[in-house]
């Protein structure tokens, strides 16, 4: 029997595990923290339950398919909630936008902000559809892995203007500002800015349109608990709280790993599901073509940080939605100053998660869970003393959410902390604490992204969001469907 490792348990890692563990290769997934997860990892403080993100569930069949894979059902470990709205989007000037895939309520949305662009909408909406059939239906779990692939994708991809901006074509259609903003937005969810992120990543509308928007009862981190309990099922092994300290290597191949408490084990091949300049860096550190290849990693352009303050309030909020993005009074000058210039700037845009309005066991009876999420630039661009910085933009974020929603905030706070670019660097061993790893850039997508396989360490794979297609759910769980193809493949 084959034996094959995944280093880390993100959503790309454990996909894969129940993949190849599926497919009779005996897999062990080794995670360096004390709770699996990765970025879904989660804390439970004062009876308050804080999922770290992602909090947005996409597509939940290709989250079926890993369980049907052996004749099992996602229900068996997992229940699955409908989130409605899908987001609640809120201007400084008090306008309001409830964002969901049911026509005849979204069309009225519309039309309340501006009639004419009603009939935009629906020239957007074809589009999107197209995308979303040429880029993640057709190409979503394909491992590019030769230029000859990117050709032969190309002619679909140039069909529907990929070198434009999400912001650029959603423009074409639409033509309020606030309109624009409501449906180029998602972008940023995957770590892309709508200015510069190509516009195949508006097939995210038409995804969320066709499969809706989702949440796990209990939160983000019972999906990844599920994931764990199925991949143990079907016979996966689990090494917890002992990091991966080297990838051995013999040749121009992959032997086993070393881990912080000295355990090592052989494998036939070794996925990893970390931080991608880790890995090649850190973890090949002996290995001279690793070295090479990483600091040609360390050129390519990374996505953003995050601020995130999780907080537990007394109160319930049925008023305040499970999404909100509380838009700030600017949406080009702020995402240049994240993006382009690194500035901590005076105002900001806030992604705010209240998941006790759909399940209130996220929180002791009568009171509620929150966090409340804002786009930072990374380390590389803005090198800040974030033991110093967080407590005064902690304050001033529950500041804004207190002035736009929830008045006496400060007095009804029970509970609070907050998480730093700093802690994504100490925690995830991030490269610049990226929140999402590579950009989404036109030029960074695809064959331009890390290679599901390694070109040089041909038993040495990756999985994740620094994998084609990239950040969130439906990404990472289709990297993990492409890299499981190569490997199955490959230990045949």
């Not at 001033?396 to 670019?421: A, N, Q």
């Amino acid at each position: 029997m084959k034996r094959a490792c995944v280093i880390g348990s993100g959503f790309g890692g454990m996909a894969l595990a129940i993949r190849l563990q599926s497919a009779g290769i005996a897999t062990t997934v080794i995670e360096a923290r004390d709770k699996p997860g990765g970025r879904a990892y989660h804390w439970e403080q004062d009876g308050f339950t804080f999922d770290a993100g992602p909090t947005v569930i996409t597509d939940p069949p290709c989250l079926e398919e890993l369980w049907a894979l052996t004749g099992h059902s996602l229900s068996e470990d997992v229940e699955l909630m409908p989130v409605m709205p899908f987001y609640r989007l809120n201007w400084p000037d008090g306008t309001n936008f409830d964002y969901s895939n049911d026509d005849a309520s979204l069309r009225a949305e519309i039309a309340r902000i501006n009639p004419r662009d009603v009939a935009g909408y629906d020239e957007f909406l074809d589009y999107s559809a197209g995308v979303f059939r040429e880029g993640y239906v057709k190409l979503g779990s394909v491992p590019f892995l030769d230029f000859a692939s990117m050709i032969k994708a190309a002619p679909a991809l140039m069909r529907y203007q990929a070198w434009r901006s999400v912001y650029s074509m959603v423009s074409k259609y639409i033509e309020s500002e606030k309109l624009r903003e409501a449906f180029s937005f998602h972008s940023l969810l995957v770590g892309g800015n709508p200015m510069t992120t190509s516009a195949i990543y508006a097939l995210i509308h038409k995804l969320e349109k066709d499969g809706g928007v989702w949440w796990a009862k209990g939160g983000t981190n019972r999906l990844i608990a599920g994931m764990i309990r199925h991949f143990e099922r079907i016979g996966g092994e689990m090494r917890v709280g002992d990091a991966v300290t080297r990838i051995e290597t013999l040749g121009n191949r992959v032997t086993g790993v070393t881990t912080a408490s000295g355990w090592h084990a052989n494998f036939d091949a070794v996925a990893s599901n970390g931080d991608l300049v880790h890995t090649y860096r850190d973890l090949l550190s002996d290995n001279v073509y690793a070295q090479r290849h990483a600091r040609a990693l360390t050129r390519k352009r990374f996505s953003p940080s995050l601020f995130v303050v999780h907080f537990g309030v007394q109160g319930t909020w049925p008023g305040i939605a499970h999404h909100m993005i509380l838009f700030g009074p600017r949406y080009k000058g702020l995402l240049d100053d994240i993006y382009k210039y690194g500035v901590l700037p005076e105002d900001f845009s806030i992604y705010l998660h209240h998941p006790t309005v759909t399940d209130p066991s996220m929180a002791p009876e009568g009171m509620s869970t929150f966090y409340a999420l804002v786009p930072v630039a990374n380390t590389g661009k803005l090198p800040l003393d974030w033991n110093e910085i967080g407590p005064i933009l902690e304050k001033r974020v529950l500041d804004e959410v207190g002035r736009r929603l929830i008045p006496d905030i400060h007095s009804r706070i029970v509970t609070k902390f907050h998480y730093t670019p700093a802690d994504f660097t100490q925690d995830l061993s991030a490269h610049l604490g990226s929140a999402f790893s590579l950009e989404p850039l036109l030029t960074q997508s695809a064959f331009f992204r890390a290679h599901n396989r390694d070109d040089a360490i041909p038993n040495l794979y990756l999985v994740g969001a620094g994998t084609h297609p990239g950040a969130g759910i439906p990404g990472v769980v289709g990297s993990a469907k492409a890299t499981a193809k190569l490997m199955v493949e490959d230990l045949a």
